[in-house]
Each structure stands twice: as C-alpha cells, then as structure tokens.
C-alpha cells in the first residue's frame, strides 16, 4: 500500500502543476493582448468560373503574424501541445480527403454511372533519387511525385471490391461510402510518435431536402415514447423559470412520479420586468427568415401536427410541414456534385523570407473542384458554367511561413441556394462529430473541455452574401442527454455543435421576442453569473445567432424551439454564436467586421474555455458530460440564398493544442 508520504507529495506536485499552469496562462493572456495587432490582406487575383490558381501574400501580414506567434510561442509551448498529425500544417506531404454528403449527412444515392462513392483522396509526397545511390547521385538525381491514392482508388463506387484490405465492398451506398473512407485512410496513413493519422477532410454538403425522397428518416421520437416534436412556444413570464420546467437541468434534480404534473421550485432571482420592454441588448427590429418566422407561429400547433401526422404518417413540426420551408427544385434535388481533382505535382518555388533570403524549392499544390449540377454542358471538358453552382478547394504551400494555404470557393445558385464547404480537422478514429461510425482524420486525441485551444490565419476575400454563415469556428462533438458517451446508438446519441458565425450581414434571432431561439441562460465572462433569457436588460441577446435543443430532450426548458430532426442521423443541439464582447476572453472576435473581408487575422481562440461556459441540455439529476470534440472545422454555410453567390476565404496555420498539465 502506498505511504502517506507519497500521497502527500504526489498531492503537492499536482498542485505546484496547477499554479504554474495558471501562471502560464496569465502571462500567455497578458503577451496575446500586448502583442496582437491588425493584418494586412492577402492580395489575390483568380478567375471566376474555372479552378483558381493564382494568390500571392503580402510579406507585411506574414511578418506581423510571425511576429505575433513567435512571442507567443515559448510560453504557449510549455503548455499547450498539438493533438493533430500536421499541426500548425507545415508537413511538406499533402494529406487531403473529399466527401460528400446530403442533407442527412447520408449518401443516399451516388448518382449516375460517372458518379462514384462520394469519398476522394489526395495522398501525395516528392520522392528524389534512392536511398540505394550515392550521395552524388542522390542529390542530382529528378524528383517526382509519389501518389499514394490512384485514380481507381478515387472511382471505386458501391458494391465493386477494395483492391487490398478486409474492407466490405457494400451495395447500399450509405455503407460503402463509410467503408472507402477507411479504405482511403489505410492508403493515407502517416506515423508519428503521437499516434497514425491520415488527411485534413474537405467536407461538401447539399442542404436541398425532398421530403418524399425517404432518404433522411427523422430523430424525433414517436408519440408513445415522449413528447411531441414541435416548436414549443410556452408563456411568456416575469419570471427566471417558467413555469412546470427546469431552466437550468444539469444543477436540479428529476422530480418523481409524473413529470408533467409536478410543481417544479424555481431557480435563480425574479426578475420583475415585462418580457415586452425594450433592451438596449436587443437587435434592431427586422424581418425574420420565413424558416424561422414559421418557428413562431404558436396557433394551434398540435392540431396543425396531428393533420400533416394523418396525412402523411410522418412527425413534422410546423416549419417542416410546410414543404416550402426546405429548397427543392423537384427529383433529383438532394445530389452529389461532380468532383474533378488535379492530383498533386511538383511545384517550383522562389521568392523572400520575412528575413530577406531568398529560397527556392519544390513543394507539392493540387486541388478538387466541380459543381451540383449535373446538367452543366461544360462537364465533358472538366469546366463549370458561370450560372452553375461551383467549388473549388486548391492547397499550396506558402514559401515564407511553410504553411500550406487551403484556399476555398464556393458559389450558390437558384437550384442549389443552401450549400456548405468546410476544412475540417476529425479525429482518427471513433465517432466525430455529426457521423454514429467510424471515421478517419487529423486529429490524434480528442480535445476536451476547457483545456484546448485552437490556432489559425484566416482570410475572407468574398462573404457569400447575407445569407453565408461564415463559421469562423465550428467544433463538433456527441454525448447523450444523461451524460454518457455516445455508442453510435442513434436514437440516443446527442451530436451537439458549438459555431461562431463572423459575417457582419448575420443578424440575432435570438431576441425578446423570440426566446425559444436563446439558450435558456447565459454565463456572464467575469462574474460567471447565470443571466437568464427573459432578464431582458442583462441577457445579451446579439451574443446569439441562434439555439435549438435536441428532439429527444425530455425536460427542455420553455419556451424551446428543437432543431430539425433531418439533417443529422442522430439528434442535434447546434449553438450559434455571433462577436459580442462577452466571447472576447476568449480570443474571438468582440465586434461585428472583426476578421472579415479586408481584416485578414491569425487567431489564437480559447475554444475549450468558451465551449465550457455555453449552455448545453443535459436530463436533470445527471452528472454533468465531458465535453470532447472531434470535429472541429472552419467554412461556410450558405443557408438558402435568394441570388447566386460566392464565398472565397484561405485558411492556413491550421493547429489544435491541448494542455499537457
């Protein structure tokens, strides 16, 4: 048996760990707000319409960003460590995967004979002579490219057999699909002392659903066994507790007996202030998006379901028994685009370090690129129409700061007005984030809260319009609403999102007049006060874009407003933030403008320790969940444009760091 001793000391150890980890902290806060300073904007010269190639970055920026990071580093290191493959993505090997996904994050169907399983790979690294030739020979000799994904790999569609490995050559799509990412992923497979990883994952998503497709079942639960699904619009109160509803689930306990029917105590101060008054917290009056105006129509709603349940058999809440409510233009909406991909090649480059010595070398630079519309004359010859939806995604190195450049486009169109594009960093194996299987990504160990932090440059050269919702950060993550970690049981699971949106254009639906669109409270940034949703003088209501609780939660606080149960195969909790001076602690954004066009920024975000404040629902009388990530990403979301659009940003530096103490 252990002495009291060592108890003792390893008790002491932990603790002097602690205080200089608390230390540290301080003194990175304090150099971060000394030191960080406005960048100057990439210069970038493309062609609209066809693949982009060309960008060229000004020296200031790379300098004032090295300037910022460096000063940062020798504290920030001794704390934080990269849990990813290619962290800060300074590995001189391309590591990208492609996939796609409709509405549900499902497959469904590939499409026509040209249309393989919707799963790409670029896996490349330069090879230069053989470690059998001389060293004479072996630096004279040519370089060339080694792929290690090949063209058939790429084509493989459902039901045809892997070329190696024990992998299920299923022919239900859906199945297939997730079999040749772990394909891919087994082609792709890179060591390091952390652990295998395999590619950073381009993720593509049509947001068009046809609601008679069958091919996104729902996750709201059935009458028989719980509520309902609905918008909930319950009473407006004076007070901080609705009525015969937990405001705050995780911190009270579950009362016995009928749930409906028991007098739940209150939680938190009366506040004595008419719902109606006027907040200086609140947004300026204006119109709602029809989706989110038909979320608050509040006459009637059980017997609006129970006719649309009767007439088609199916749980629709009132936003979604509108067909119009979701852009479809007929058969067919709800496709995977055609993916062209220029496999990487040797790339020659020259040019200046912030130091003024000039270098040459060879790097790698490829790209995928294509379009969702099927019917473009222009395919035959890999081009895409200007009327066309479109994407592109191209990787570079940056020759100054050996950053790779991932540079984005994406462009909207009448047939395609809701579409996303996002780099994301998943984990390399288990669940990530929005997906109940196996995966494969960047991503060694899983973040947890607050206990990481994430760093990238950032530069928006095109918003998208008012409807792109620019995720400067989107993590994603899954635990079920009593606590437990996700099984992959999806009637349970719980895949629960956490997104700052940076387009000034994006407005708060969350406001006084739409409380089931706030999260039931907010954790104020210095008091770590509990500030509730109907204290309309306290509650900042521009902190919020938008909050839905998940279908299957049971004791949701009212009024409530649950996500839809379509486009996930699980149910969903999505937490939409917007730059509020509330988050700037953080590191993110405090003001509206901040890291958009023309304000080209690298940003050190304290994601674990903003995630760890946001309100999340959990069944009351459970022990609060770990919140791990395993997605986390940067793109955007063009949700339901009402003209064609385009969105072009450039993402490099791209690292997540965990604490190692």
Not at 312 to 337: D, R, T, V, Y
Not at 387 to 403: A, E, I, M, N, T
Request: glycine content about 8%.
């Amino acid at each position: 048996m252990p002495s009291k001793l060592l108890h003792i000391s390893l008790a002491m150890l932990l603790l002097a760990c602690t205080v200089q980890g608390k230390k540290r902290m301080s003194m990175l806060e304090e150099e971060q707000d000394s030191i960080l300073a406005p960048h100057e904007a990439i210069n970038f010269d493309a062609r609209e319409g066809n693949h982009p190639v060309k960008y060229q970055h000004n020296g200031n920026h790379r300098a004032v960003r090295e300037k910022t990071w460096k000063a940062m580093d020798d504290t920030y290191d001794s704390i934080y460590k990269s849990v990813l493959g290619d962290g800060g993505m300074r590995d001189p090997r391309v590591r990208v995967a492609l996939e796609s996904w409709n509405f549900c994050n499902r497959v469904g169907s590939e499409g026509g004979t040209n249309m393989p399983s919707p799963r790409f790979a670029d896996c490349a690294q330069i090879v230069c002579g053989s470690p059998l030739t001389s060293k004479e020979q072996y630096e004279g000799a040519a370089c060339e490219v080694e792929q290690l994904v090949n063209v058939a790999d790429d084509g493989l569609k459902s039901g045809q057999t892997f070329p190696q490995g024990d992998f299920v050559d299923y022919v239900q799509p859906d199945d297939y699909a997730v079999q040749k990412e772990l394909y891919l992923a087994s082609l792709c497979e890179t060591t390091s002392e952390a652990g295998p990883w395999h590619f950073w994952m381009v993720m593509l998503k049509n947001g068009n659903f046809d609601i008679h497709s069958g091919l996104c079942s729902s996750t709201a639960s059935s009458p028989s066994q719980s509520r309902p699904f609905m918008f909930y619009p319950g009473k407006i109160t004076t007070s901080s507790v609705a009525s015969g509803r937990y405001l705050n689930p995780q911190m009270t306990q579950m009362p016995a007996g009928d749930k409906e029917s028991q007098n739940i105590p209150q939680l938190g101060p009366i506040v004595s202030r008419n719902i109606s008054t006027a907040s200086s917290n609140a947004a300026e009056s204006m119109p709602l998006p029809s989706i989110v105006q038909a979320l608050l129509k509040s006459a009637n709603p059980v017997d609006n379901l129970y006719r649309q349940q009767q007439q088609e058999q199916m749980l629709l809440p009132p936003f979604i028994a509108n067909k119009g409510s979701f852009p479809c233009f007929g058969h067919g909406c709800m496709n995977h685009p055609r993916v062209f991909h220029n496999w990487s090649k040797i790339n020659d480059q020259e040019g200046y370090t912030n130091s003024s010595e000039f270098i040459s070398s060879q790097t790698l630079s490829g790209s995928f690129f294509g379009t969702y519309d099927l019917d473009d004359n222009g395919l035959a010859n890999q081009t895409v129409s200007l009327d066309s939806s479109y994407f592109s995604v191209d990787w570079s190195k940056d020759p100054q700061s050996g950053s790779w450049l991932f540079h984005h486009v994406l462009r909207v169109n009448h047939k395609y007005p809701w579409l996303m594009l996002y780099l994301r960093a998943d984990t390399t194996s288990g669940l990530s984030g929005g997906y109940p299987w196996e995966t494969r990504g960047m991503m060694i160990k899983v973040p947890e809260s607050p206990n990481f932090k994430v760093k990238l440059t950032l530069n928006v050269l095109r918003g998208g319009g008012s409807a792109s919702q620019f995720y400067l950060l989107d993590i994603g993550g899954c635990w079920k609403n009593d606590g437990r970690d996700c099984d992959g049981n999806t009637s349970s699971d719980v895949t629960r999102y956490s997104e700052m949106i940076i387009n000034p254009s994006t407005t708060n639906w969350c406001h006084p007049g739409a409380l089931a669109l706030c999260p039931p409270y907010h954790v104020d940034a210095k008091t770590k006060e509990h500030i509730y949703r109907n204290d309309t003088a306290r509650f900042p209501y521009t902190a919020y874009h938008y909050y839905c609780v998940p279908p299957n939660a049971q004791y949701a606080e009212e009024p409530f407003n649950v996500c839809d149960p379509y486009s996930n195969p699980q149910p969903q909790e999505i937490m939409q933030l917007l730059p509020h001076p509330e988050w700037a602690i953080h590191g993110y954004p405090s003001a509206k403008g901040q890291g958009w066009i023309g304000d080209s920024k690298s940003w050190t975000l304290d994601v674990g320790g903003l995630s760890q404040r946001l309100y999340f629902y959990q069944d009351p009388g459970t022990k609060p969940a770990p919140r791990r990530w395993t997605s986390v990403d940067v793109g955007t979301e063009i949700f339901i444009s009402q003209r064609m659009e385009t969105a072009e940003w450039i993402v490099s530096d791209f690292d997540v760091l965990s604490a190692d103490c």
